[in-house]
């Protein structure tokens, strides 16, 4: 059974930082995880995907802000967040996929399991 846990969010000034992190209670050395937000009244985006052998797609909105990593051994992702802006406040979610051999998908509809998210909220 695969269950992921997000930790790290909370509230922050603009221009601040927070580090986000997924706990995976199994080995995702096969899988792709990503990292996805949605904010209220709006739909869930891909903010950041990364594949097994560690390659990094990020959204336009934040490409240079945050950096995606991932720690094999710790079946851990992590999400640093830095130069945040109000509107990166959201909902963060972690999820992950094992259909693609740890290739990411950018369709949110093929990733299988989630976790319950992780508040990030930037003030102006």
């Known amino acids: 059974q695969v269950h992921l846990v997000e930790s790290g969010g909370g509230s922050v000034a603009a221009g601040g930082s927070l580090r986000l992190s997924c706990k995976a209670t199994?080995?995702?050395?096969?899988?792709?995880m990503g990292w996805f937000r949605q904010a209220q009244g709006k739909e869930r985006e891909t903010v950041a995907t990364?594949?097994?052998?560690?390659?990094?797609k990020y959204a336009e909105s934040v490409a240079g802000r945050f950096t995606g990593v991932r720690d094999y051994a710790n079946r851990a992702l992590f999400l640093q967040m830095n130069t945040l802006r109000p509107e990166d406040t959201a909902m963060y979610y972690c999820?992950?996929?094992?259909?693609?051999?740890?290739?990411?998908?950018?369709?949110?509809?093929?990733?299988?399991?989630w976790g319950a998210g992780t508040q990030v909220t930037v003030s102006s």
């Open positions: 999820a992950a996929t094992w259909r693609f051999g740890g290739r990411c998908s950018e369709d949110q509809r093929e990733y299988d399991y």
């Open positions: 199994v080995y995702g050395d096969e899988a792709c």
């Open positions: 990364i594949g097994s052998d560690g390659s990094t």
